[in-house]
C-alpha cells in the first residue's frame, strides 16, 4: 500500500513518519505522474491560496480528482481540509470540490491563532491532542457527510465516503490513530476496488 503526501507546502516528513509507524508505504508527491502510482493521497498543512496555485503550476488537479473518481481517499489537515472543501467562505469556486462541506478559512480569531485541544474522534479515539494552528472550521456538512469530531460545539473533521478532512495538524503529535484510521480506509478501499 502506497499513500503519498503533497509535496507543495507544509509538514510532510512529520505526515510520512506516522504513516510508516502505521504500516503504510508512504512517499512525498510533487509531480503528476507520481500520483498515478498511489493508493491514498495526504494533503498537508500551509497556506490554501499558496498550495492551490502550486497545484495548479504544476497541473496536478485533474490527477488528483482522477485519484478521487477512482476511489482511492484523500485527506486533507488544515490548509489541506480547506483544498478539499466544495465551499470556502469568501471564494466564488471552490479548489478540488471532493466532499460537501463549506468551510471558514481562520476562524478561530487572532486570539486563538494557535493552540492544542483534546478531541474525542468518531472511529479513532478519544483523547486525541489536536494542534490547531491559524485553524479553519466546517460550518456546514451536507447530508452524505459524517461528522468525526468538533470543538466547542464547532466541526473540526469529517468524512464522506474516501474523503476526510481535519482543521487540525494530527502530525504535530506522536500519536498515531488518526493516521492509523487513514491507513485503515485505504485499506477498506483496495478491496473494495479489487471487488469492482
Ligand atoms: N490559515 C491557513 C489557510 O487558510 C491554514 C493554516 C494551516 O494549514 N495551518 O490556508
Do not use: W
Amino acid at each position: 500500500m502506497k499513500i503519498g503526501v503533497l509535496a507543495l507546502q507544509g509538514a510532510v516528513r512529520e505526515h510520512i513518519h506516522l504513516l510508516n509507524q502505521a504500516g503504510a508505504e508512504a512517499t512525498a508527491v510533487k509531480r503528476a505522474e507520481q500520483l498515478q502510482d498511489l493508493d491514498g493521497l495526504i494533503i498537508p498543512g500551509g497556506e490554501s491560496t499558496a498550495i492551490a496555485k502550486l497545484m495548479n503550476q504544476y497541473q496536478l488537479k485533474e490527477p488528483i480528482l482522477n485519484m478521487h473518481q477512482q476511489g482511492k481517499p484523500i485527506f486533507g489537515t488544515c490548509a489541506g481540509l480547506i483544498l478539499v472543501a466544495n465551499q470556502v467562505e469568501g471564494l466564488t469556486e471552490p479548489h478540488l470540490n471532493l466532499i460537501d462541506i463549506a468551510v471558514k478559512r481562520n476562524a478561530f480569531g487572532r486570539q486563538k491563532e494557535s493552540f492544542e485541544a483534546d478531541l474525542s474522534i468518531e472511529g479513532v479515539g478519544d483523547n486525541f491532542t489536536a494542534v490547531f494552528i491559524r485553524a479553519p472550521y466546517i460550518e456546514r456538512v451536507g447530508p452524505e457527510v459524517h461528522i468525526l469530531a468538533k470543538m466547542d460545539g464547532k466541526i473540526v473533521a469529517a468524512r464522506q465516503g474516501t474523503v476526510m478532512g481535519a482543521a487540525f495538524h494530527p502530525e504535530l503529535t506522536d500519536d498515531l490513530r488518526v493516521h492509523q484510521y487513514f491507513v485503515n480506509m485505504v485499506k477498506d478501499s483496495l478491496v473494495a476496488n479489487s471487488l469492482k
